[in-house]
């Protein structure tokens, strides 16, 4: 039984973005009669239907799509230069050599100095209840992860 009309449910071959493979799909929208939208049977993943082109030369590698290499240089934004001003002007004052090191479990106040093993020294510019706080750093704000802060009420009990 040789079917050449393709319904919704069928099964055909496309590459998946998520796996970046060539995979088996299942139908799951037609325009026109064409396959306009597949899921991927081993992800999940659903997106637009890629026909394998048997032609196409394999790409070099794992086998997947080849990408577009970008610029090698390093073009900075005007808002990137502006978050690097904000935090020299922050960091002026500072002293990096008396910062502590970055640790979930720390506790740590407003205007102190941390180095994070990731992002470098950055100034504490606010501590979040519920154990959070927000960080400047040379790139730009992170929220990061710390100890909850403890209230007065709460010390003086224990």
């Known amino acids: 039984m040789d079917r050449t009309r393709i ?5 055909v071959d496309s590459y998946c973005g998520q796996c970046k493979l060539e995979r088996v799909h299942n139908v799951v929208a037609l325009v026109d009669g064409e396959v306009a939208k597949v899921i991927c049977k081993m992800c999940g993943s659903q997106h637009k239907y890629k026909p394998i082109d048997p032609s ?20 900075r934004t005007a808002s990137a230069k502006s978050l690097e001003s904000q935090w020299e002007a922050a960091m002026a004052e500072k ?5 502590r090191t970055y640790s979930m479990d720390g506790s740590f106040e407003e205007g102190e100095v941390i180095e994070h093993i990731k992002f ?16 400047l750093f040379k790139d730009g704000p992170k929220r990061l992860i ?10 003086a009990s224990s």
């Open 95 to 99: 002293d990096p050599a008396n910062s």
């Open 7 to 11: 319904d919704t449910g069928d099964e």
């Open 56 to 75: 196409a030369p394999k790409a070099a590698g794992r086998g997947g799509a080849t990408r577009k290499k970008k610029p090698s240089g390093t073009r």
């Open 146 to 155: 710390c100890a909850p802060v403890r209230s007065l009420a709460k010390s």
């Open 120 to 135: 470098g020294h950055g100034l504490v510019s606010q501590v979040i209840a519920g154990g959070k706080m927000q960080v």
